[in-house]
């Protein structure tokens, strides 16, 4: 029994790290496999990146599509940070989805770039098409700071 449950999670993090076609490498205190529902839990400070992007987070979820050949969705969660292309955005939870390359960051959101942010409640970001669109929904309204570099 030992032995099927060693070679069950060595299986599921062989197959965690090579989901799709972008390699994604994780790291963390904990993980939870649920392969019934197709998903992955990372907890305690969990560290993921590939080629494009890099999240820190408390907890991360992988969520795989149907077939379990690639990621659908990952949901990062409490004291969130990402990294991509040199533009660095934190918040509470974040969600990014491959298939369409667009991110989404919710709760006290933090964009920095060079000596430029822009502070919000909720940031929706296409990655392939370089559009983003930031909202307030708090008493808050969005605010940036803007130097000409």
Not at 32 to 45: A, P, Q, T, Y
Not at 62 to 86: M, P, R
Not at 116 to 145: F, G, H, P, W
Request: some cysteine.
């Amino acid at each position: 029994m030992i032995r099927y449950f060693i070679y069950f999670v060595f299986l599921n993090i062989v197959f965690v790290f090579n989901c799709s076609a972008d390699e994604l490498r994780v790291t963390s205190d904990n993980l939870e496999v649920d392969r019934k529902n197709k998903i992955s839990i990372f907890s305690g400070n969990v560290y993921a990146n590939n080629a494009d992007i890099e999240i820190w987070s408390e907890m991360l979820i992988i969520k795989y599509n149907e077939d379990e050949s690639g990621i659908k969705q990952l949901n990062a969660k409490k004291s969130v940070k990402i990294i991509n292309e040199g533009i660095t955005a934190t918040g509470t939870i974040g969600e990014y989805y491959p298939d369409n390359d667009t991110l989404n960051l919710y709760g006290e959101v933090v964009v920095l770039e060079n000596n430029n942010y822009v502070k919000c409640d909720e940031l929706y970001l296409d990655l392939k098409n370089s559009t983003s669109i930031m909202k307030s929904v708090s008493s808050k309204r969005v605010e940036a700071y803007i130097v000409n570099n």
